[in-house]
């Protein structure tokens, strides 16, 4: 009697991407002594299928690789029995990591082999002594990463350009910057016109419409990078850089860098006292609920702080208040979410009848009204609003349905409102989206998250950080956004199509851990609904 056929996957990594440009590299070497392995267990019914899962360039201590997730994919449609590993290092170097993959083994009935350690994982000593292996593996990444970052850490205190992609307005010699003079005319050509225009948006189409491109340079593999035209994240990037003035930043401190500077300190400083007030309003832009009087002061029936926040659609923007709790994944109050024009004049008309003649007389209303508050309570249904004592004239005739009680230093005002139906017939901006209606948002990021899986897969970016300095976001963002490349297809559908439940955003999707299998996906989705 045959034995049973068993499909063996071959998965190889390497950390770095020096060297992947050679005929043989490190990669061909794990993927020929694991199909050797394979080759000699041929009479056990192993044969070795013919994709690829490779990983050049991908650190060990995340699950983010492109390679790994085709492979997990595979497992999870059972149509790989084994996987055979050089080491088991080049499967994960965490702890956690290793859990979750063998976890995904299990459910699957598939199991790995190490080609150079003696591993079955079937049994509980086989997990024993995978787990310390694991350890010693994961303390080795974690004393490398320390000492790397002290090296970093040294070299930037003085002044040393430490890597990473060329900045405009210079060339990198010798593993030090050296200034391009037409770049660097470039970099102080944007610096005056941002002084000069309205906002960074407009700074980035009048440099689009000019042709005035990101910098041209050659990566160490031979690739043509840059040249394009700026986003508004590069541009925010250079225009807050202080590397342009001759200066190294490392974990919020500064040190005089070994590179010369481009821009001069009082024209950054110009810059800086800029961004920081942010573009003015457009003329004639309607505008609703300008400046957060409420701020620090509102908070939802179960006690958290409210936020302000905002929403744009077309040409006009809306705002409104939001529990803290939505974010945080914490319970949530009976009124989560509130139109901020809509609860701010409901205050007003409570306020302001109430406020004593002797309070801020010279002020508008409104500017009598909010300094007299100092705490408000929002519910459906119900607004319990405290205010200073010596504001409000507690002999004054309150309207219908609404009680006033003294307390040590405040008024109580208490009111039934209900703050939760359509204003004007229109839903409040903030609430969640309706079926049928497309998450803009959602739609955006699923669609940048397999750009940049792509990008990773064919070698165009070299890492995640690589991709975030690319695009102007932070890794922490770009690590959030990535796995959605992995949505299961009909889920990525019911996005496209405005179909995914009325409550899953893209705030509320980031803040959940993604599953790797899609029918765990579905459930996540549906909790949702």
Known sequence: MSARKLRCAIYTRKSSSEGLDQDFNSLDAQREACGAYILSQAGEGWERVKMLYDDGGFSGGSMERPGLHALMRDIEAKRVDVVVVYKVDRLTRSLSDFAKIVDVFDAAGASFVSVTQAFNTTTSMGRLTLNMLLSFAQFEREVTGERIRDKIAASKAKGMWMGGNPPLGYDIRERALHINAAEAETVRDIYRRYLEVRSVMDLRDALAAEGIHSKRWVSSTGRVRGGCAFTHGALFH????RLYLGEVVHRGRVYPGQHAAIVDAETFGA???????????LPGKPVRGAGAPL??????????PMTRAHGNKGARRYHYYVSTACATRRAKGSLPRVSAPRLEGAILDLVSSMLSR??????SVRDRVFPAIHRVVLGAGCLKIDAAKEAIDVRAEASAGVVLAQQDETVRIGAQIDLSAPLNSKSIVGAAPSEGRMDRALVRAVVIARVW??????GDASSLQALADRDGVSSIYAGQILPLAYLAPDLVEAILDGRQPARLTLAALINRALPHAWAEQRTLFSAFA
């Open 271 to 281: 810059v800086q006292a800029k961004l920081k007030v942010g573009a003015p309003p």
């Open 358 to 363: 002797s309070w801020l007389p010279d002020a």
């Open 295 to 304: 701020l620090g002061k509102l908070f939802d029936d179960l006690g958290t």
């Open 453 to 458: 899986v792509r990008a990773l897969a064919e």
């Open 238 to 241: 250079i225009l807050k850089s």
